[in-house]
Structure formats: C-alpha cells, structure tokens
C-alpha cells in the first residue's frame, strides 16, 4: 500500500477530508521548499503537491507560471526538486509527496541519467528520495500504462486529471491504470481562473464515482475556507495552489512558512468544522 492510500485510508476512517496544498519548488525562495513543505504539514496538510517549474506549461495560470518563472531563473530543475523531497523525508517519513508538472522534465531526467540496467532513472530515484507519486499533466492514459505499471512496482501512484469535459469512456480510461486518487478540475481552462461553480461540482462527483474507485480530489477555483468547506462535502480531496502562490509572492524570508502555515490550517480548520 503506497503512503497516499494509506492516508486516504486512514482519514476515511476518521471520517476526515484530505487537504493538499500545492507550492512550487524553489518558490518563493530557491532553498525554502523543505521549511515551507514542514510548515504546510503542522498546518494541517495530508499530501503535498509540489510543483516542478516547467518552461512551457499549458494548465497552469499566470500566478503559477509566474511562481515557476521565478524558480526557473534561481535554477530549480528536477534534480533539484528531488534533493528538496530527499530533505524533507529526513523529518517527515508519513506525509504524502506529489509532483505536479509535464512529461518533458521526466523524460529529459532519464535521458540525462541513463542507467546501465535500462531502467528507468526518474522513477528509481524518484522513489529513492521519497516520492509517492506524480501528476504529469500531458500524460494521456491511453499513452502511459507501461509508465504507470512500472511506478506501481516501486510503490508509486500515478495521478491523472479529469475536468467537466471528459466523457465516460475517458472516464473508463483513466480507471484502468489511475492509482492513491484522481484529480478533477473543476473548470474549464488554467489555474486560478474562473468562478468555482459547487453546484456543478456536485452533479459530476457522483458520475465519475461511477467509473473510478480510487478517492476523488478537486482543485481549481478553490480559495478560502468558504469554497473548501463546501468542496469536502462532496469531494474526498481539495486542492488549494494559486491561492497560497499568492500568499506567498513577495513574502520575506521569514514569513513565508508562518503564513503558509496559517492559510493551511484555516482550511484545515474549515474542512474539519
């Protein structure tokens, strides 16, 4: 059982919701994502998404694209994000661990550190720094069964997207191979656009619940406590990122884990109410 069914299970139990909160790595400081990554945690969350900055993203919104950009600059690549994961596990060994990006800085990984085996290099030393799973977003279900199998054997979930565009047979698609949950994109278009739309929300959980058997997380258009609290009751994940992307920008040193930190647990707080 990998860390991120484990938790689902356990908060099943308790009859808890899960909070992921998503942070880009190396924002808003190269070298903050370990401390913000603990503060997020004592706040209350259950898995982290970690964003991996990517050059040319198609999903994510101007505030996440700008968080990446900034990243980027400071040098923050897929090794990079691997070593932040590697210092976190050294003081958390429980809390869930996903990586948010796109199939280049995957691939460009294994091509750039072969391995004598032929295995695959990202996923081994993903898993080696303690990863448990990924949400690669231009990675089709359709066109990665042999990639998910093979980080089902080391323990790792693969964690695809649906939006209120898909149709059953994506839906039966991504139910085939998807593993620890799959993440619904509650609007049409980017990150951080749109007005949530609950009343849709609700309408699709239970179709999709028709096809997929792992738990259902939901993110974009999620804000403040308000959105979240009404999300949890449909949903058994929200996801908050822009949000705390821009909580963060501009934040001194200082400040960055501690009002990460609060914004967690008011969410927290208002899913546990």
């Known amino acids: 059982m990998s860390r991120i069914t484990a938790t689902f299970a356990q908060l099943q139990v308790q009859g808890r919701k899960a909070l992921i909160p998503y942070v880009t790595a190396g924002f808003p400081y190269a070298d903050i ?27 994510d919104g101007p505030v996440i694209q700008k968080a990446g950009d900034k990243a980027l600059a400071a040098g923050v690549g897929m090794v ?9 596990r050294q003081r958390n060994a429980t809390t869930p661990v996903v990586l948010m990006g796109y199939a280049n800085p995957v691939e460009r990984y294994s091509q750039k550190h072969p391995r004598t085996d032929g295995a695959n290099a990202f996923v081994i030393d993903a898993a080696a720094a303690g990863v448990d799973g ?4 231009d990675y089709p279900p359709e066109e990665c ?16 997207l649906l939006a209120p565009t898909s149709t059953d047979e994506r839906m039966q698609q991504v139910a085939r191979i998807a593993s620890g949950y799959v993440y619904y994109v509650s609007l049409k278009g980017v990150t951080g656009s749109g007005v949530l739309d609950i009343g849709a929300v609700e309408a699709m959980l239970p179709r999709i619940r028709q096809h997929v058997k792992v738990p259902v997380g939901v993110g974009f258009g999620i804000r ?15 996801v908050i990122g822009t949000r705390i992307i821009q909580l963060l920008d501009q934040q001194p040193r200082d400040q960055v884990a501690v009002t990460a930190e609060k914004f967690v647990r008011e969410i927290r707080t208002a899913l546990d109410s």
Request: charged share 20%; aromatic share 8%; proline share 4%.
């Open 134 to 137: 990924f949400v690669i977003v």
């Open 224 to 238: 403040d406590a308000v959105t979240a609290r009404a999300i949890g009751r449909v949903a058994d994940a929200v």
């Open 33 to 59: 994502t370990p401390e913000l990554m603990h503060a997020m945690v004592a706040g209350g969350a259950d898995v982290i998404e970690l964003g991996v900055p990517f050059s040319d993203p198609s999903a």
């Open 80 to 88: 990079q994000v691997l070593a932040m994961v590697r210092e976190f």
């Open 145 to 160: 069964e042999d990639f998910a199998a093979e980080l089902k054997a080391h323990g790792l979930d693969l964690i695809f």
